[in-house]
């Protein structure tokens, strides 16, 4: 079946016409290619932001276990492996995508990332440095990080103020602005930390859904809309915008392990999934009120396609039917410890400490991964996505699954092309 392609399918597939429809479909799919990717959003896209900012703070995101199946391990990132952008970065043909944070060894030619650990949709106004997870660049932030960028990429391409052979990094070209992919993945920041934090109530929380998705709005118009910059002694020029915008949803709250163990028990509502069905209320809302914003973003700026991916409807997949993706554990976290759904407040991955009067040590891989397989989970470390989770979503956004326009990017993705391990 696997020699199924677009000139042999007749012949090779005679016997089983049902399964080769769908392998020509797929076969004839082009390759994702796109000059660059950049991403704005929080830890579930950040690869290095945040503890650019704050090495203390977020210290341990570039130690084990975090990013054990990741090829370098220090990967920064709050995950076993790949995010969903790294696999949307990789699939497209690209090399990793950078934080723009970074000042040594960050290769911008394909692309930035302007996502933090901690980075909230809705503007920050008061924010203190031991405030939790928490930090305050949220998504209006990113967006200046983004303009000002624009305006130093244009500084180095400019033979006046840059002479050839005077400064040299590597960083995208502007004319490649219009053809590269925008990922917009924000939100889970404010609901998720609100409850963990306990700052707000679960009723209190539904209430900010409309203030979240304002600020998710707010910023994808900012990235279609052109600047003028007036640059010193120069003629004004007009800045280039984003043409292609990925808006990533939410995955269901409630079958989240830190919210399953924080707000589960006997009084709670669950659903066929074991999931919370009030918390999943907010995660509903927020989604549906963003597909609505963005099917009338859609209308005001035709020349743009804005890309609904439906990460609720890959996390709801894998749950329907967890074999298929080899999931075994879908509610627990693989890097934590006890509890229905192995997760501790107490004692979270990357930490060290005593559950129940027992010491427990989640800051290392050995003598064994943190479970048995981290593949079999949705959860890392009962907070954020796994790579088993970020891998099937990012092959259903690039193949055209769970996303509107219907085909999404329509291209087959490679994740071979940069690394194979995962
Ligand atoms: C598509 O990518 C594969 C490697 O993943 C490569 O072998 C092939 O030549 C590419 N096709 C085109 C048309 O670029
Ligand atoms: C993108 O912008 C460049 C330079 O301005 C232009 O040559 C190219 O045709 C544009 N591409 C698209 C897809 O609009
Ligand atoms: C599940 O595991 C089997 C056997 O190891 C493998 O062939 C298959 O590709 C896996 N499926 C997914 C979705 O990873
Ligand atoms: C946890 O285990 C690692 C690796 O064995 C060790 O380096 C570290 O000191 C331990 N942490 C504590 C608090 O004991």
């Known amino acids: 079946m696997g020699k199924c392609g677009v000139f042999g399918a007749r012949v090779l597939c005679w016997g089983a016409l049902m399964l080769c429809v769908l392998q020509v479909a797929s076969a004839a799919l082009p390759n994702c290619s796109y000059p660059g990717v950049f991403a704005f959003g929080d830890s579930l896209s950040d690869t290095g932001n945040s503890i650019a900012a704050f090495p203390e703070k977020f210290a341990n995101a570039e130690l084990d276990p975090n990013g054990i199946l990741f090829p370098t391990h220090a990967a920064d990132r709050y995950t076993d492996g790949k995010l969903?952008?790294?696999?949307?970065?990789?699939?497209?043909?690209?090399?990793?995508?950078?934080?723009?944070?970074?000042g040594t060894g960050g290769d911008f030619t394909f692309g930035t990332n302007f996502a933090a650990y901690g980075a909230p949709a809705r503007t920050v106004k008061v924010w203190y440095k031991d405030d939790g997870f928490n930090v305050p660049f949220s998504l209006d932030v990113q967006h200046q990080w983004s303009e000002r960028y624009k305006i130093r990429v244009w500084f180095y391409e400019s033979p006046i103020f840059n002479p050839p052979g005077r400064l040299v990094q590597s960083l995208p070209k502007l004319a490649t602005w219009n053809e590269s992919l925008f990922v917009v993945w924000s939100g889970y920041q404010d609901y998720f930390f609100s409850l963990y934090d306990k700052k707000l109530t679960v009723s209190q929380t539904k209430k900010i859904v409309g203030d979240v998705v304002a600020a998710i709005e707010e910023h994808i118009v900012k990235l279609l809309t052109p600047v003028v910059y007036i640059p010193p002694a120069t003629p004004s020029m007009i800045m280039p915008i984003a043409q292609t915008i990925m808006v990533v949803n939410l995955p269901p709250l409630g079958c989240i392990p830190a919210m399953l163990t924080l707000y589960g028990g006997p009084k709670a509502k669950y659903d066929q999934y074991g999931c919370l069905s009030e918390l999943n209320k907010i995660t509903s809302a927020h989604n549906k009120l963003l597909t609505e914003k963005i099917i009338a973003?859609?209308?005001?700026?035709?020349?743009?396609?804005?890309?609904?991916?439906?990460?609720?409807?890959?996390?709801?997949?894998?749950?329907?039917?967890?074999?298929?993706?080899?999931?075994?554990?879908?509610?627990?976290?693989?890097?934590?410890?006890?509890?229905?759904?192995?997760?501790?407040?107490?004692?979270?991955?990357?930490?060290?400490?005593?559950?129940?009067?027992?010491?427990?040590?989640?800051?290392?891989?050995?003598?064994?991964?943190?479970?048995?397989?981290?593949?079999?989970?949705?959860?890392?470390?009962?907070?954020?996505?796994?790579?088993?989770?970020?891998?099937?979503?990012?092959?259903?956004?690039?193949?055209?699954?769970?996303?509107?326009?219907?085909?999404?990017?329509?291209?087959?993705?490679?994740?071979?092309?940069?690394d194979s391990s995962t």
């Open 84 to 102: 969903l952008l790294d696999f949307l970065a990789f699939g497209v043909r690209r090399r990793p995508i950078y934080p723009v944070l970074r």
């Open 297 to 418: 973003l859609r209308a005001k700026y035709p020349a743009a396609l804005i890309l609904d991916a439906d990460a609720h409807g890959v996390y709801t997949d894998i749950l329907k039917n967890p074999k298929s993706y080899n999931v075994t554990a879908p509610l627990s976290a693989c890097c934590g410890v006890g509890g229905s759904y192995n997760f501790n407040t107490g004692v979270t991955c990357g930490h060290a400490g005593l559950v129940d009067g027992k010491f427990v040590n989640l800051t290392t891989s050995l003598p064994a991964t943190p479970c048995a397989n981290p593949r079999a989970h949705l959860s890392w470390d009962g907070i954020h996505t796994s790579n088993t989770f970020n891998k099937a979503a990012a092959t259903d956004f690039l193949t055209g699954k769970h996303i509107t326009p219907a085909g999404g990017l329509g291209c087959s993705p490679d994740f071979f092309f940069f």
